[in-house]
């Protein structure tokens, strides 16, 4: 009995792993999200390109989301941005161009899902002190989305045996493979009342022209988000800093909201570098808990999360337990001549 209670949960948990692609190909999808959305900031807001205190930064994204079920969906992103025509923009503006790559796809590789964007921003100075700015940012976004046949199972499959009947599925008389370009935007300001206090809110929207299309021909993949985002840091203590930030999205029927905080420690003069510790915490409404630890090594700054999530409903399209690297560097950070402070979470 204890055997045959074994043998049908192992053909459950196959099933739902055979499943998942198909209920998340049939139903309304959401984009790819990211917990450290503070660490992606041109998947966040394209009014964040070139928003740092450099000459040009590159940042990478690693996200393994419900490893529950062998690790069912993966996300990458890499992605560069900096400043561009700088003689020719007024002084204390900025004009900037970030190219971002974006991989998505199902544990065994039966839904691929790469994206390439183009993003432009433009940041005003409100002030002659620099301490206001507003930015504009835009992005446009070449998708592109396969059904691979060979790893995928279908129901129809099942047999007592495993899968090992032919599938029928209508799905596999379509065009397996789907291209669209669409446009994102966004917009920013930032306010730095001080050189060690810094505050900001911004907006975003993505899928503007709603191009990207099920295999289906029937639904929209993915619908209008919006975004509203925002955050501050502020000294505390001789050597800490206080982040906090929230980030709020809404998705056709889906919504949701993360917020939380960290603090930093400054080191000094540790291994004869600049060394700044990050410990923090978010909550996402989803009944998610997102412990951060981070480490600042000569500017180059790597985050990890683990997601724990305490919702007693989980189903294949929910969070469970994710884990999430983020590497951050600006390059020639104490060289650039740009003097706005720039949010870090």
Same mark, same amino acid.
């Given at each position: 009995m204890i055997q045959q209670k074994k043998h049908t949960? %192992?053909?459950? =948990?196959?099933?739902?792993?055979?499943?998942?692609?198909?209920? /998340?190909? *049939?139903?309304?999808?959401? @984009?790819?999200?990211?917990?450290q959305f503070f660490s992606s900031p041109l998947t966040?807001?394209? #009014?964040?390109?070139?928003?740092?205190?450099?000459?040009?930064? #590159?940042?990478?994204?690693?996200?393994?989301?419900? #490893?529950?079920?062998? !690790?069912?969906?993966?996300?990458?992103?890499?992605?560069? @941005?900096?400043p561009i025509l700088g003689r020719q923009i007024k002084q204390n503006d900025q004009l900037?161009?970030?190219?971002?790559?974006?991989?998505?796809?199902?544990?065994?590789r039966v839904i691929t899902q790469n994206n390439l964007g183009l993003s432009l921003a433009y940041m005003k100075a409100l002030d002659e002190e620099q301490k206001?700015?507003?930015?504009?940012?835009? /992005?446009?976004?070449? $998708?592109?989305?396969?059904?691979? =046949?060979? !790893?995928a199972q279908f129901e129809d499959q099942l047999t007592p045996g495993g899968f090992t009947n032919p599938s029928g599925d209508a799905l596999l008389s379509k065009n397996l493979s789907r291209s669209a370009m669409d446009v994102n935007a966004g917009i920013l300001y930032q306010y730095s009342p001080t050189t060690e206090n810094h505050y900001y809110i911004g907006a975003s929207l993505f !899928?503007?022209?709603?191009?990207?299309?099920?295999?289906?021909?029937?639904?929209?993949? #993915?619908?209008?988000?919006? $975004?509203? *985002?925002?955050?501050? &840091?502020s000294p505390l203590g001789y050597n800490g800093t206080l982040h906090a930030s929230f980030h709020f999205q809404q998705q056709q029927s889906y919504n949701?909201?993360?917020?939380?905080?960290?603090?930093? *420690?400054?080191?000094? @003069?540790?291994?004869?570098?600049?060394?700044?510790?990050?410990?923090?915490?978010? %909550?996402? =409404? @989803?009944?998610?808990?997102?412990? &951060?630890?981070g480490i600042e090594w000569n500017y180059w700054r790597l985050g990890y999360t683990h997601d724990? $999530?305490? $919702?007693? /409903?989980? =189903?294949?399209?929910?969070?469970?337990?994710? !884990?999430?690297?983020?590497?951050?560097?600006?390059?020639n950070k104490d060289k650039s001549l740009l003097k706005y402070k720039c949010g870090i979470f």
């Open positions: 949960g %192992f053909l459950r =948990t196959i099933l739902v792993m055979a499943l998942m692609p198909l209920l /998340q190909q *049939h139903a309304k999808a959401q @984009d790819p999200q990211f917990s966040l807001n394209p #009014a964040l390109t070139g928003n740092f205190n450099g000459t040009m930064r #590159a940042v990478a994204n690693i996200r393994s989301q419900n #490893a529950d079920y062998a !690790n069912a969906y993966n996300t990458k992103t890499a992605s560069v @941005d900096f900037s161009m970030g190219i971002l790559l974006l991989s998505d796809q199902t544990g065994n206001r700015s507003i930015t504009l940012g835009f /992005q446009m976004n070449y $998708s592109n989305k396969r059904f691979n =046949t060979a !790893n !899928n503007i022209l709603g191009s990207q299309k099920g295999f289906s021909n029937q639904a929209t993949i #993915a619908g209008l988000r919006k $975004s509203l *985002h925002g955050g501050m &840091y949701q909201l993360q917020l939380g905080g960290a603090y930093s *420690h400054f080191i000094k @003069d540790a291994l004869r570098s600049y060394v700044e510790i990050y410990v923090g915490t978010w %909550f996402r =409404t @989803d009944q998610t808990l997102i412990p &951060y630890i724990i $999530s305490f $919702s007693k /409903q989980i =189903t294949a399209g929910q969070l469970r337990r994710s !884990n999430e690297i983020s590497l951050y560097y600006p390059l």
